[in-house]
């Protein structure tokens, strides 16, 4: 008899099962006013990546980055560089599903970004 056994690893999101090619592990450190500083760890696909940006984006924008080491008592939020490259894998997946055309590597145009950002 043969068994054959399957790993699956579901987004941490939407539950949805990851594609072993999308899957994205992003850490995020907080420090809450009061509270000692938690990290996380979140499996995401690419398409939940750009959503996390996009929602910690309103937050970071006008927020000063710390170095390792920073400030005692600062609190830090960092994403790995592979959530960068989820973000690119996204739009690009997403551009070409609604009719652009954008090359698989290299710099992403501005007005794709945005009519992707618009979008979600």
């Known amino acids: 008899m043969v068994k054959v056994e399957?790993?699956?690893?579901?987004?941490?999101?939407?539950?949805?099962?990851?594609?072993?090619?999308?899957?994205n592990r992003?850490?995020?450190e907080v420090k809450l006013p009061g509270?000692?500083?938690?990290?996380?760890?979140?499996?995401?696909?690419?398409?939940?990546?750009?959503?996390?940006?996009?929602d910690l984006a309103r937050y970071?924008?006008?927020?000063?980055?710390?170095?390792a080491g920073g400030a005692a008592g600062a609190g830090t939020v960092t994403a790995?560089?592979?959530?960068?490259?989820?973000?690119?894998r996204a739009v690009r997946e997403w551009a070409r599903e609604?009719?652009?055309d954008v090359s698989s590597r290299g710099r992403l145009p501005v007005d794709v970004i945005e009519a992707f950002e618009n979008a979600h």
């Open 6 to 23: 399957r790993v699956e690893i579901i987004d941490d999101v939407d539950g949805k099962v990851i594609d072993p090619d999308d899957l």
């Open 26 to 28: 992003v850490e995020i």
């Open 35 to 54: 509270r000692k500083a938690t990290r996380y760890r979140l499996d995401l696909r690419s398409t939940n990546v750009a959503r996390l940006e996009k």
């Open 60 to 67: 970071i924008r006008n927020a000063d980055q710390i170095k």
């Open 80 to 88: 790995s560089n592979s959530a960068k490259q989820a973000h690119n």
């Open 98 to 100: 609604n009719g652009y």
